[in-house]
């Protein structure tokens, strides 16, 4: 959180406070290995780039173990029946101020607790216990968001009261709206969002920053609620940020939808808009894309991922040309981006990442966008259209139609049709021939992606799996042998293909480690290869 404060006169006083900083001890020797997930930089500042001593890390849980029985009013005050998270302020009174305050509150604490024989932070003479220029502790704080298992789980949660007149529907304890007329945020059904669309990293003129909302409002609930020994989420920053405390957080697999009345599928298509607008058709078009919006819902955590900016459709912001609200990055760019996680191709590369498909696709070149096939996505004949309409349901009909027909598995080659043992043994100079069973190779990567619907999708043919070992083979379920591309020598070609044993190490034993197949590892040589004796080798 960054705030940035004002005395009424010439100086201007930063208070930063982050939990991702590293840290430094309050007293005593600390381990460079220590790990901390509360850290809490505070730093204040009267503008000036001298004189100014060195930050001040808090560790915040540390704090409020060594306070038993103490809540959160030790070191908050209250506003509104909730607590506004600076140190004993509700408003920053300025450097001088705020720097009196906290010298005085926390050496008075630290005073406190040494009469009464505890040991405790540091007091008036040992300033450099705390502002220290040497760090010791390093952040090991993970970051955390609200996904769809959460989410749900707040939604069924029977202490968080609904709002309205649907009991069933708690959706305002958290959703709002700033209504401008009204003054204030309002609730209102089926406007929901995500938090982050209104409130940004930092603080703007119309809202507090996103962490500021995290910390306040949910923390407030929690403590609400355990005031009211009712169950609630964790009030302490190891249970949102330890990594261990994250793993055991329950998961919820089958989760309902998220109530938003949005579509089971839609016709992504710019010109479609403008056609139905004009009243007739562009002779220049590209088919729209069948988009199915109720599989790529539950394949994703948050609705964030795809709607970054607002839950409007894409082409508010993105336009053909692009816009001053987009940033000027066109529907094109914005939907065919090879970086950007929020783009169809750039979400699907991501995907290859995935033990299950990264042992092929780790090693294979990537096409150029350019080289792609459009029409494996733009589907949809203007013949299908026809006549143009504007009645959603009627194009999420189309789009519905479209998506049932695509395959949902990958056609295979014929096990008859694939060898089921293949013997390497060009090589075998030290060692002998390599034999593995190809066959079942085959069936066991099969069977890791026979439910990906991505796979599933772009596997067009039966020979596409063929090219993830040969990679630039035609597609043939005969292709080439290694040895028509990779040479004898040991040094590669001037074109940077590997020799023959780099080609076959690299191939295999990359895969293995992108798919985390522990055995056999790159070092154990005879695990493929019998070793030869010595006198075999000699009469070769």
């Known amino acids: 959180m960054s705030q940035l404060l004002s005395d009424g006169l010439r100086k201007a006083v930063v208070v930063s406070i982050s939990i991702l900083l590293l840290a430094i001890p309050l007293s ?28 001040v890390v808090f560790l915040h849980d540390k704090h409020t173990e060594a306070m038993p029985g103490q809540d959160c009013s030790k070191c908050h005050v209250k506003e509104k029946n909730a607590f506004v998270f600076k140190f004993n ?43 220290s220029q040497t760090p010791v502790y390093t952040s090991s704080a993970q970051p955390f968001g609200m996904n769809k298992s959460l989410h749900y789980r707040h939604e069924i949660a029977e202490t968080i009261p609904s709002t309205g ?66 169950k609630a989420g964790p009030a302490d920053c190891s249970g949102c940020h330890d990594a261990v405390r994250q793993s055991k957080i329950e998961v919820i697999k089958d989760i309902p939808r998220i109530r938003r009345n949005q579509p089971d599928a839609v016709l992504l298509s710019l010109w479609l808009n403008e056609a139905v607008k004009s009243g007739k058709p562009s002779s220049q078009f590209i088919n729209p894309v069948a988009f199915d919006h109720k599989s790529h819902e539950a394949g994703i955590d948050k609705c964030y991922s795809c709607h970054h900016a607002s839950m409007d459709s894409c082409t508010v912001c993105h336009t053909r040309m692009g816009t001053e609200k987009s940033k000027y990055i066109r529907l094109d760019t914005a939907m065919h981006s090879t970086k950007a996680m929020a783009s169809c191709i750039g979400c699907h590369r991501s995907r290859l990442q995935d033990r299950n498909c990264a042992g092929c696709h780790s090693q294979m070149v990537s096409q150029p966008f350019a080289d792609s096939n459009c029409n494996k996505c733009h589907t949809i004949s203007r013949s299908a259209l026809e006549p143009i309409t504007a009645d959603d349901k009627k194009t ?12 949902a598995s990958q056609p295979l080659v014929p096990e008859k049709e694939i060898p089921e043992n293949v013997t390497i043994d060009v090589m075998k100079d030290l060692y002998d021939g390599a034999t593995f069973p190809h066959r079942k190779i085959i069936q066991t990567l099969a069977a890791r992606i026979q439910d990906n619907k991505l796979a599933g999708y772009f596997h067009g043919t039966p020979q596409t799996m063929c090219a993830g070992c040969h990679h630039h083979s035609p597609a043939s ?11 004898i020598s040991p040094s590669p070609e001037p074109d940077g293909r590997p020799g023959l044993k780099g080609a076959y190490h690299g191939q295999c034993i990359r895969c293995h480690q992108e798919m985390g197949i522990e055995k056999p590892v790159a070092t154990d040589c005879v695990a493929c290869h019998k070793a030869k004796t010595q006198s075999a080798q000699l009469s070769e």
């Open 396 to 407: 999420g009909n189309i789009a519905e139609s479209e998506i049932n027909l695509r395959a």
């Open 477 to 487: 379920v005969t292709p080439p042998k290694c040895a028509s591309c990779h040479g």
């Open 165 to 230: 007149s649907d009991k069933n529907w708690n959706c305002g304890a958290c959703h709002h709206e700033y209504d401008k007329d009204l003054k204030k945020t309002i609730y209102v059904k089926g406007k929901e969002s995500t938090c982050r669309y209104c409130h940004k990293a930092e603080k703007t003129n119309d809202a507090r920053s996103f962490r500021t909302v995290a910390h306040e409002d949910c923390l407030n609930c929690h403590l609400q609620l355990k005031s009211e020994d009712k």
């Open 89 to 131: 302020r509700v408003t920053d009174a300025g450097y001088d101020a705020d720097k009196k305050l906290y010298h005085g509150k926390c050496i008075a604490c630290h005073q406190e607790k040494r009469d009464q024989g505890i040991k405790s932070g540091p007091l008036t003479s040992e300033c450099r216990l705390c502002h």
């Open 28 to 55: 005593g020797i600390a381990s460079e290995n220590d790990f901390r997930n509360d850290l809490i930089f505070i730093r204040l500042s009267d503008g000036s780039v001298t004189r100014q001593m060195p930050e």
